[in-house]
């Protein structure tokens, strides 16, 4: 059974930066592919960032391009998202998640395995 636990979300003023990690039990950390999606309430979640398994690929929406940087350590088995000059709509409960595709592929039905969320919030 593979586990994902966030950490680090909470409240930040615009221009702001946080740092989300997500820790992952198991010894297949190093086969997933691995992703952040977020979400707000009464929309669907979305594709933030993702990272190959040997961390030498990455890919990011176009909202977040330049702002975010996904990275990962296997031998931590945790992966990272540094958020930087955060605005208001980047408020939303942030998912890390595993996927056993090959890419990194966008899309929340390619991801097997779901973190239980952390809440940003940037205020103005």
């Known amino acids: 059974q593979v586990q994902l636990v966030e950490s680090g979300g909470g409240w930040v003023q615009a221009g702001g930066s946080l740092r989300l990690s997500c820790a992952v039990s198991?010894?297949?950390?190093?086969?997933?592919?691995m992703g952040w999606f977020r979400q707000v309430s009464g929309k669907e979640r979305e594709f933030v960032a993702g990272?190959?398994?040997?961390?030498?690929?990455?890919r990011y929406s176009d909202s977040v391009k330049g702002r975010f940087t996904i990275s990962r350590d296997n031998a931590k088995n945790t992966v990272y998202l540094q958020m930087n000059s955060l605005k208001p709509e980047d408020t939303a409960v942030y998912y890390c998640?595993?996927?056993?595709?090959?890419?990194?592929?966008?899309?929340?039905?390619?991801?097997?395995?779901w973190g239980q969320g952390t809440q940003v919030t940037v205020s103005s």
């Open positions: 998640a595993a996927s056993r595709a090959v890419v990194i592929i966008p899309t929340t039905n390619m991801y097997a395995f």
């Open positions: 198991g010894r297949a950390f190093g086969t997933y592919v």
């Open positions: 990272v190959t398994q040997n961390g030498g690929r990455t």
